[in-house]
Structures are given as C-alpha cells and as structure tokens.
C-alpha cells in the first residue's frame, strides 16, 4: 500500500540549532514528494517539493529537504532554528503514476510538531 | 495572483441541523479543488475532490456532500450534522492536469457539533 510515514510527533529543538524532521514513504514509480507547514488554526502552506534533478531542494523561510531514493526518504532541515519555526510539519507523496480522474493522488504523512525553545 | 476563500472561519452547529462550507478561489480558472478534514490537529482526510463544474469525487463515504455550482466555488454541505463531523475543513485547490501539483489552502473552518 501506497504510505507516508512520519516518525515523529514532536521534534524539540534549541532556537539555533539545526533541525530535522524525518519522512518515509513506500510508494510504486517515481514519486513526487512535498513538504507542508501549518501554524495554529490556519490552513497549510506550501514550503517546497521534488519532482526531479538534484537530491536537494530549496525552499521557503530557509528550509531544504533532502531526496534519498535508497533510503526512500525525504527529509526536512534547516541549519538554524526559529522559535517561528514552530508548527505542525506534514510531508506528502504523490506517486507519478497515479493520476487519475482528472488529478495526481497525494498522500499525506500524519505530521510532526516542531517545537523551537528560546 | 491567486487567492483563496473559505467561509465561516468558525461554526458551531446543534446535532441533526445542516451545514454549508463555502470556499471560493480567485485568479485561476478551471482549478481542481478539494476538500479535506483535519481531526485533532493532526491528519488530513481528503474528503470530496472536483476537477470542474458538477464533477465531484468522495473519496470516503460519510454524512456530507459538495458540489461545485460554478468553476471556482466549492460547497460542502450536510442535511443533518452528527457529533462525529466536528473538525477543521480545509479547502484547496491546484492546477488542473498531470504533474507536481502545489495545493494551495484555504484558512479553514473549524465546526464544532453539540
């Protein structure tokens, strides 16, 4: 079965440190791979994907996600933590081959809270 | 640019009344929307996708409906509430077609049912 796995449900983090939150998937085929975050009481926010090309991916606030086919994982990092870093992180796959219907299905992870301590 | 709109932010609603969400998006035409329900903070249950005007899919059977009456509005809809459809809903929409499509969110609308 098609799944997105995180193993966390919080990850605790000093502000300035580096952070990462961990995301597995088993998917068939190639997939496309995104991170969300969502603050308190509002919907989620786009912070990057992977679709192709190199392993590491660039995104929003200063975030990277890091694409490892061997280990089918896709986690998120950031070298130096903010205490407005702190929010729910949901990583999501969407199989390459699985569109139908008129869309790419997208499969969420359960999604960690990321917890940045003065 | 492309926004977003979801209305009410904030619902609360007897048991057996009915319920109307409405979400519409500016900018895009043609978009695919979504809804989706989020309990406890947590995980995201893709409720009712459309990939345009009065086509919807479900994707879990349950006490709502959606339609799409127009190509950028989205309505999710009861006949009679249960306890157990109290949540966060979220709509969403993305670009139409294959490929890494981004969903864009709405704000969403927590409904709480007594």
């Known amino acids: 079965a098609q799944s997105v796995a995180q193993p966390e449900d919080q990850v605790n983090v000093a502000e300035g440190n580096p952070l990462t939150v961990k995301c597995t998937y088993s998917?068939?085929?190639?997939?496309?791979l995104f991170w969300y975050v969502q603050y308190p009481n509002r919907g989620l926010q786009f912070l990057l994907k992977?679709?192709?090309?190199?392993?590491l991916v660039k995104g929003s606030y200063g975030f990277e996600a890091e694409f490892n086919k061997s280990q089918t994982s896709f986690h998120l990092k950031k070298p130096s933590a903010l205490v407005s870093d702190s929010a729910l992180y949901f990583c999501?796959?969407?199989?390459?081959?699985?569109?139908?219907?008129?869309?790419?299905?997208?499969?969420f992870g359960a999604g960690t809270r990321l917890a940045v301590h003065p | 640019s492309q926004t977003i709109h979801q209305w009410p932010a904030t619902l609360v609603q007897p048991v057996g009344s009915p319920l109307s969400l409405e979400c519409t998006v500016e900018g895009t035409s043609n978009p695919n929307l979504y809804w989706y329900r989020q309990a406890a903070g947590r995980g995201l249950q893709l409720l009712f996708y459309?990939?345009?005007?009065?086509?919807i899919s479900s994707e879990v059977p349950q006490n709502l409906s959606a339609s799409r009456p127009q190509d950028r509005q989205f309505i999710l809809s009861s006949k009679k509430l249960l306890l157990s459809d109290s949540g966060f809903y979220l709509c969403?929409?993305?670009?139409?077609?294959?490929?890494?499509?981004?969903?864009?969110f709405g704000a969403g609308s927590r409904l709480t049912v007594l």
């Open positions: 999501a796959v969407s199989p390459e081959n699985m569109f139908s219907g008129g869309y790419n299905k997208l499969i």
């Open positions: 969403a929409w993305s670009q139409t077609g294959e490929g890494a499509n981004v969903l864009t």
């Open positions: 992977y679709i192709t090309g190199d392993n």
């Open positions: 998917v068939s085929g190639n997939p496309y």
């Open positions: 459309s990939v345009g005007i009065g086509q």
